[in-house]
């Protein structure tokens, strides 16, 4: 096999910047195993609440998302540390949003399965209507998916303004 050397010249405009996206953090395995985390026990939460409130347990449903804050606080922390100055709000909204993203799926998906079960839920009587049919219980738990999604994305705001750096980026 022959290798042959070839001399480019390279011109790069001095104002333009070189910039890598990549800042060494796991960004899709960590956003997934939170949010399967997260959505795991945010489940467990909704259940307990749902065997020890009965139907009435609709305000008590929401504590579940305290789990989606807390571990949506955790992450964002540890992805702060991985960037540079200033990139924590931009980047960590992404962030935010694919592990809600993953909460909400995972929680959805468990309470599907727990409904088809056959065990009451607070899920399936959210908004004053219980599902009869599986197409009723998919229309339901694609409400908590937006739902997750909305809490997620505000508990991703709250979290970032708390985590920002004090100056702006440059």
Known sequence: MEYSERNEIVIVDKNEQVRSENYGFPFYRKGAVYGLTAGLIMSAVALIIGLLAGPESLG??????????????RLLSLYKAYLPSGKVFKDGILLGLYTAFVAALTMAAV????????????????????????????????????????????????????????????
Do not use: H, S
């Open 60 to 73: 008590w449903d929401f504590l579940k998302y305290l789990v989606l804050g807390f571990v949506l606080g």
């Open 111 to 170: 309470n599907l399965i727990v409904g088809l079960a056959g065990m009451e839920t607070g899920i399936l009587q959210k908004f004053g209507l219980e599902a009869a049919t599986f197409g009723e219980a998919l229309a339901l738990n694609g409400l908590l998916i937006f739902e997750c999604l909305v809490f997620g994305l505000i508990l991703t705001f709250v979290w970032l303004q708390l985590l920002k750096d004090p100056r702006p980026a440059e």
